[in-house]
């Protein structure tokens, strides 16, 4: 994943806000009463203004919220991408040994064999 520049390039459950219902897809199509009910929600949900995913209805984040989540995100990437490099240098074990690597294997780098201290 490369660095986030928008916040459309924010994985879902950090694009909307909290949520206001959730229900398990395969659950509900063994009820067709109850599904049809969740579509009327999700329709109803949509005219609102709400975020309808495929598991649930979710409130709609500010733009305000939505830039912090962003910088956050941006934080933690670079923040990453910088440990990753220390690593490569000094490989010692730390808290983030396991991020920096699903940052590096998502990046397109290669894993770092951290050695414990």
Do not use: C
Not at 43 to 56: F, P, T, W
Not at 60 to 72: F, N
């Amino acid at each position: 994943m490369a660095r986030p520049t928008t916040h459309l390039d924010l994985p879902e459950q950090d694009r909307r806000g909290e949520e206001i219902i959730r229900w398990s897809t395969y659950s509900v199509m063994g009820f067709p009463s109850v599904a049809k009910h969740i579509v009327a929600a999700t329709e109803a949900a949509q005219k609102a203004g709400l975020l309808v995913s495929k598991d649930g209805i979710f409130e709609t984040l500010a733009a305000e919220q939505l830039e912090e989540r962003l910088v956050r995100a941006q934080d933690r990437w670079d923040s990453l991408k910088n440990q990753y490099e220390v690593a490569l240098e000094f490989p010692a074990k730390s808290s983030d040994s396991y991020y920096i690597n699903v940052w590096a294997r998502e990046n397109g780098y290669p894993k770092i064999d951290f050695i414990e201290n």
